[in-house]
């Protein structure tokens, strides 16, 4: 959905409604206005890059997603990547791989974490942390995650491949 960031504010930045399904999520996220957010990226320095094919560090450019307090991407995967804190708090949900949750694609992070993840015996339990400013988490390639917003979050992203 293409909105500009005052309108994205106003109305879109709120808790996530459990009952909502998981792909209504909005985050301001994905491919970047380098001219209007150059400043920030100017002066943002990414972690270190992974490894790329053939031994050469590879990353994308980073996005600078804004989230509602109670906001989240419900389970999935795709390549390495950071993600850093700006402001506000994440908290994760990890799963290596080999090890599939236990979720339905249209539910959201919070609906999971209410009426699934109670339920779970502890050898089902994803790893979780909760990142904070100046904090980053690196997610490796495929590993399945979800994330879950407890405040207004700021945070870049940074994928590498």
């Given at each position: 959905?293409?909105?500009?960031?005052?309108?994205?504010?106003?109305?879109?930045?709120?808790?996530q409604?459990?009952?909502?399904l998981?792909?209504?999520?909005?985050y301001?996220?994905?491919?970047?206005?380098?001219?209007?957010?150059?400043?920030?990226?100017?002066?943002?320095?990414?972690?270190?890059?992974g490894?790329g094919?053939?031994?050469?560090?590879?990353?994308?450019?980073?996005?600078?997603?804004?989230?509602?307090?109670?906001?989240?991407?419900?389970?999935?995967?795709?390549?390495?990547?950071?993600?850093?804190?700006?402001f506000?708090?994440?908290?994760?949900?990890?799963?290596?791989?080999?090890?599939?949750?236990?979720?339905?694609?249209?539910?959201?992070?919070?609906?999971?974490?209410?009426?699934?993840?109670?339920?779970?015996?502890?050898?089902?339990?994803?790893?979780?942390?909760?990142?904070?400013?100046?904090?980053?988490?690196?997610?490796?390639?495929r590993?399945?995650h979800?994330?879950?917003?407890?405040?207004t979050?700021?945070?870049i992203?940074?994928?590498?491949?």
């Amino acid at each position: 959905v293409d909105v500009p960031f005052q309108e994205y504010v106003e109305q879109l930045l709120k808790p996530q409604d459990p009952a909502r399904l998981g792909s209504d999520t909005l985050y301001f996220f994905g491919d970047n206005n380098f001219t209007e957010w150059g400043p920030l990226f100017q002066q943002y320095v990414p972690p270190a890059p992974g490894e790329g094919p053939g031994g050469s560090p590879q990353h994308q450019p980073p996005s600078d997603p804004t989230a509602g307090s109670g906001s989240g991407v419900p389970f999935h995967w795709h390549g390495p990547g950071f993600s850093e804190v700006i402001f506000g708090r994440k908290r994760w949900f990890l799963y290596p791989p080999d090890k599939t949750p236990h979720f339905h694609p249209n539910e959201t992070t919070l609906a999971w974490l209410h009426r699934t993840y109670p339920t779970l015996p502890p050898a089902e339990q994803p790893l979780e942390c909760t990142i904070r400013p100046g904090e980053v988490l690196y997610f490796p390639d495929r590993w399945w995650h979800a994330t879950l917003n407890l405040d207004t979050s700021v945070f870049i992203s940074t994928f590498l491949g």
